[in-house]
Nanobody
Framework: QVQLVESGGGLVQAGGSLRLSCAAS????????MGWYRQVPGKQRDLVAV???????NVADSVEGRFAISRDNAGNTVYLQMNSLKPEDTTVYYC??????????????WGQGTLVTVSS
């Protein structure tokens, strides 16, 4: 049983900042990577940023220089610091984690989604 709980979404004015967090819990042996995706209704879910267990990060070109992904020391919580927010950033953000359960089975889970709304 592995689950992700997201928090930090909300309403912010253009140019403002938000910090999303995602905490993984359950029968986890290890986490390979954690990432943030966003999805506008009617469109595909796109990768925003990802961080691996080794600390490597990738950030989408559309948010490069504005968003930063990080993780805690234990590696079970990931953050997305969003600065200089734009109205086009408005959508639902989903956390994703891949790893191995304590029963040695691989898992991939998604958070419940958190809504980010940027007003112009």
């Amino acid at each position: 049983q592995v689950q992700l709980v997201e928090s930090g979404g909300g309403l912010v004015q253009a140019g403002g900042s938000l910090r999303l967090s995602c905490a993984a819990s359950g029968s986890i042996l290890s986490i390979y990577d954690m990432g943030w995706y966003r999805q506008v209704p009617g469109k595909q879910r796109d990768l925003v940023a990802v961080v691996t267990s080794g600390g490597s990060t990738n950030v989408a070109d559309s948010v490069e220089g504005r968003f930063a992904i990080s993780r805690d020391n234990a590696g079970n919580t990931v953050y997305l610091q969003m600065n200089s927010l734009k109205p086009e950033d408005t959508t639902v953000y989903y956390c994703n984690a891949r790893g191995r359960r304590r029963d040695n089975r691989n898992f991939e889970v998604w958070g419940q989604g958190t809504l980010v709304t940027v007003s112009s």
